[in-house]
């Protein structure tokens, strides 16, 4: 119901005629809900809903690769990927690079593993790695560290809409990743060129004095 007002555009990958997974639904009312109990940051948004994940939530880094492709060329101009994979991939890297060519801003998973190196996409030149915090503003204890990380977000005990009409609460930098997005689209609408926005979000974020390497900037913030 978060997202019956919501103009999107699904596009399956996977076609395997299997039930979606329910994570794509709950970043998705992140970004762009607009019910009372699970607002979203820019409930205008039009999302295109690039499908490369199976039931349980699995998929690799050419189907990946494929979404962004098809996303980009089908006119997306922001890019959530809340999902990533410890190891890098040329055909992945190839298609992250393509997207940032065509003016496009990603925003990516720092990851959940508690490592000091970021997932992929998250970890490639040019796209927006997000971190999570908790709800005092520091690390989350399950978000992933490393050079290069870009911002933190809230991402600890998150309330999103989900399958069956059903609300969930859920920690991740999936979740942080999604906020991020949905001030990426909001930034967009106020007429910022989408090639502006990566570094608009990291110098509008606020230092905590942790560690770049844990927070980035630090912590989200609307401009």
């Not at 000091?116 to 997000?130: E, M, T």
């Not at 060129?193 to 942790?210: D, E, K, W, Y």
């Amino acid at each position: 119901p978060s997202l019956r007002n919501t103009s999107i555009t699904h596009i399956d990958l996977v076609e395997d005629g299997q039930p979606f997974h329910g994570h794509g639904t709950a970043m998705t009312s992140l970004i762009a809900g607009d019910d009372p109990n699970v607002s979203g940051v820019s409930p205008a948004t039009k999302i295109l809903d690039v499908r490369v994940a199976d039931p349980q939530g699995n998929s690799n880094t050419a189907l990946l690769a494929s979404g962004i492709v098809r996303a980009i060329d089908s006119g997306a101009k922001i890019l959530n990927i809340s999902l990533g994979s410890s190891q890098t991939s040329p055909v992945l890297e190839q298609a992250v690079q393509y997207a940032l060519s065509r003016g496009a801003v990603i925003i990516a998973a720092a990851g959940n593993e508690q490592s000091n190196a970021l997932s992929y996409p998250a970890g490639y030149a040019g796209v927006v790695s997000v971190a999570a915090i908790d709800a005092n503003g520091a690390q989350a204890w399950f978000s992933n560290s490393g050079q290069g990380l870009t911002l933190a977000a809230p991402g600890v005990g998150i309330v999103s809409a989900y399958t069956a009409n059903k609300l969930v609460i859920g920690s991740g930098t999936s979740q942080a990743a999604a906020i991020t997005s949905g001030v990426a689209a909001y930034l967009a609408g106020r007429g910022y060129q989408t090639t502006n926005i990566a570094t608009v979000l990291a110098r509008s974020a606020r230092p905590t004095g942790a560690a770049q390497t844990a927070v980035g900037a630090g912590i989200l913030r609307i401009p």
